[in-house]
């Protein structure tokens, strides 16, 4: 299913609805990132931290080739995002997010053809950088990323975690629409459920509150 018009327009700046992500994003709409796979036993036995937030994100068929749209929704912050994104592998995206009615958003992930599901944790590096590692509990499979505020910063990262594992920046699994697969409505319903039960309630990302964050207490750091 593609994204009904009237969220479209919501996540094209209005009046640019046939134009690809990077067309209109401004400048402050891109993320530069890298990421990579993460060995999560050893993630859980070097970091410290509560409970990971519970995200369940559908896709829709884009509009545009160069695009992918979802929806994101956080059950237990009772909020969510309708997101837009270019599909680039050099880890420099464009990006457009709205946050949205969080009731609506849930019939819209219900719309969605395939959905993920993943747990994120916030933590940050003996040099504070923040990293966002998400867990796949479905095909226990786990990515880490981190952002940067110059492709010169972006290329300059030369010492991360020891539970950090291959640079997947430029491969489709590092990414959640490689992850996303089809659900039945019960499915859905089941795991909205027990992400409200579940799920985080701290303030999510470091958007919302930039000291929440945990610190390492163990393991090694490599260059």
């Known amino acids: 299913m593609a994204l009904p018009s009237k969220y479209q327009a919501a996540l094209a700046n209005h009046e640019l609805i046939g134009k690809s992500t990077e067309e209109i994003a401004r400048p402050d709409e891109h993320e530069k990132e890298r990421k990579f796979k993460v060995d999560m036993e050893a993630f859980m036995e070097a970091v410290e931290c509560p409970k990971p937030w519970m995200l369940v994100q559908g896709y829709f068929d884009a509009a545009h080739p160069d695009d992918e749209v979802s929806i994101r ?13 270019s599909k680039t592998f050099d880890g420099n995206r464009a990006k457009i997010s709205v946050k949205v009615d969080y009731n609506q958003a849930v019939e819209l992930l219900l719309s969605t053809p395939r959905q993920a599901f993943k747990h994120r944790h916030l933590v940050r590096d003996p040099e504070q950088r923040a990293w966002l590692v998400d867990y796949f509990p479905e095909q226990d499979a786990a990515y880490a990323e981190t952002e940067f505020g110059s492709a010169k910063e972006m290329k300059a990262l030369d010492a991360v975690p020891e539970w950090l594992d291959d640079e997947v920046t430029g491969v489709e699994e590092g990414y959640t629409r490689s992850r996303a697969i089809p659900h039945t409505e019960s499915e859905l319903r089941a795991e909205l459920e027990s992400a409200e039960k579940d799920g985080s309630t701290a303030p999510y990302e470091p958007s919302e509150d930039p000291t929440f964050c945990w610190k390492m207490v163990g393991g090694t750091w490599q260059e």
């Open 73 to 85: 929704v956080i059950p237990a912050r009772g909020i969510a995002f309708l997101r837009r994104k």
